[in-house]
């Protein structure tokens, strides 16, 4: 899927998405084909001279030699010399990546258990797609609201850590519209590896277009739940009876429901609103307190919705 032959075509790594991708892949190549030159002529020359100066009779002896300055001064300069050009270039390289160019288009990224949000500053958002026009510096302000997550996207050879309680800050450029594939590379917990999203790169006036609109236009409010559940609640819930992180909501509304404190009640409408705003205040039997809270987090529309969903699973 994401490794497929077109991904790698004609190279060892990955598409390049990025401004930068190119110059981050000359000098992995350059190191990588010194460090196989490297260990040819230490390993090569290791056996050559093990096979020539072998011992071939009982008083051959090898002669006392204390020094040789020339070799001596050789095999230190040339690795010293070579040393510091991969300092320089990557440091060179190192810069582009990490420097945000003034007047980049920010788009907030928050991580949490298991997936990613975007915030736009129009106030649009979306979760699990991220939207940024092509050929244009885009920054990214990075938070999580729970563990530490790592936003890592391979084509455009760029990641950054998301951290609970503060910003990190990451940028690039993507000259080609397409997708391009983004995980999170910091262990997180159960779900870590089904923690993607995608960057679509889209040409600046469909972008545009993409920001005006309403994501849930001509929708019911079954199908703006049906929409919310896919991005922000299938990493723990089915949409059957099988529990994953949390239960499977098919039949839960109407159902008893037992908790960890011995109580129980049936499930309503406010239950769900509960379960979803301050998830810790009744905890199913059997299951671990780890849902974060949605509070603030989803408008009305989005509450509404994800209610006249679960209520239509049967
Ligand atoms: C990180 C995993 C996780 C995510 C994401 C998550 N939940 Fe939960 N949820 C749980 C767990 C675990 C429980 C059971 C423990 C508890 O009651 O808090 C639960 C319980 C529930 C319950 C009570 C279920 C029952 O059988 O009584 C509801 C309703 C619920 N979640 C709704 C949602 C909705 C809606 C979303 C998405 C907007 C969501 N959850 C996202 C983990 C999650
Ligand atoms: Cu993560």
Same mark, same amino acid.
């Given at each position: 899927m994401f490794f497929g032959t077109k991904a790698f075509a004609g190279s060892f790594m990955p598409i390049q998405g990025?401004?930068?991708a190119?110059?981050?892949?000359?000098?992995?190549?350059?190191?990588?084909?010194?460090?196989?030159?490297?260990?040819?002529?230490?390993?090569?020359?290791?056996?050559?001279?093990?096979?020539?100066?072998?011992?071939?009779?009982?008083?051959?002896?090898?002669?006392?030699?204390?020094?040789?300055?020339?070799?001596?001064?050789?095999?230190?300069?040339?690795?010293?010399?070579?040393?510091?050009?991969?300092?320089?270039?990557?440091?060179?390289?190192?810069?582009?990546?990490?420097?945000?160019?003034?007047?980049?288009?920010?788009?907030?990224?928050?991580?949490?258990?298991?997936?990613?949000?975007?915030?736009?500053?129009?106030?649009?958002?979306?979760?699990?797609?991220?939207?940024?026009?092509?050929?244009?510096?885009?920054?990214?302000?990075?938070?999580?609201?729970?563990?530490?997550?790592?936003?890592?996207?391979p084509a455009?050879?760029?990641?950054?850590?998301?951290?609970?309680?503060?910003?990190?800050?990451?940028?690039?450029?993507?000259?080609k519209p397409g997708s391009y594939q983004?995980?999170?590379?910091?262990?997180?917990?159960?779900?870590?590896?089904?923690?993607?999203?995608k960057?679509?790169v889209?040409?600046?006036?469909?972008?545009?277009?993409?920001?005006?609109?309403?994501?849930?236009?001509?929708?019911?409010?079954?199908?703006?739940?049906?929409? *919310?559940? %896919?991005?922000?609640?299938?990493?723990?819930?089915?949409?059957?009876?099988?529990? #994953? @992180?949390?239960? &499977? /909501?098919?039949?839960?509304?109407?159902?008893?429901?037992?908790?960890?404190?011995?109580?129980?009640? *049936?499930? %309503?409408?406010?239950?769900?609103?509960?379960?979803?705003?301050?998830?810790?205040? #009744? @905890?199913?039997? &059997? /299951?671990?307190?780890?849902?974060?809270?949605?509070?603030?987090?989803?408008?009305?529309?989005?509450? *509404?919705?994800?209610?006249?969903?679960?209520?239509?699973?049967?």
């Amino acid at each position: 899927m994401f490794f497929g032959t077109k991904a790698f075509a004609g190279s060892f790594m990955p598409i390049q998405g990025s401004t930068f991708a190119a110059s981050v892949d000359s000098l992995y190549k350059f190191l990588v084909y010194a460090s196989l030159i490297s260990c040819a002529l230490v390993i090569g020359g290791m056996i050559f001279f093990a096979i020539k100066y072998r011992r071939k009779t009982n008083d051959d002896k090898t002669a006392y030699i204390t020094h040789n300055s020339t070799l001596e001064f050789i095999w230190s300069f040339v690795p010293f010399v070579i040393f510091m050009i991969v300092f320089g270039w990557s440091w060179y390289v190192y810069l582009q990546i990490r420097v945000v160019p003034k007047g980049a288009f920010e788009i907030n990224v928050v991580g949490q258990k298991w997936n990613w949000d975007f915030i736009y500053k129009s106030g649009r958002k979306s979760s699990g797609e991220m939207y940024a026009p092509a050929g244009e510096p885009i920054k990214l302000i990075l938070s999580s609201r729970d563990v530490i997550h790592s936003f890592y996207i391979p084509a455009f050879r760029n990641k950054q850590d998301a951290v609970p309680g503060m910003y990190t800050q990451m940028w690039f450029n993507a000259p080609k519209p397409g997708s391009y594939q983004v995980f999170c590379t910091e262990y997180c917990g159960e779900g870590h590896s089904s923690m993607l999203a995608k960057i679509h790169v889209l040409p600046k006036d469909k972008f545009e277009e993409w920001l005006r609109n309403d994501p849930y236009k001509g929708m019911n409010l079954v199908q703006v739940g049906l929409k *919310l559940f %896919d991005s922000r609640c299938t990493a723990c819930h089915s949409v059957s009876e099988e529990n #994953k @992180v949390g239960p &499977g /909501f098919k039949g839960l509304f109407g159902k008893k429901r037992d908790f960890a404190d011995g109580t129980s009640l *049936l499930a %309503d409408e406010n239950y769900i609103r509960e379960s979803m705003m301050m998830p810790a205040k #009744k @905890v199913v039997k &059997g /299951f671990s307190n780890v849902m974060t809270s949605f509070q603030g987090q989803l408008s009305e529309q989005e509450v *509404l919705g994800v209610i006249e969903y679960i209520k239509s699973l049967q």
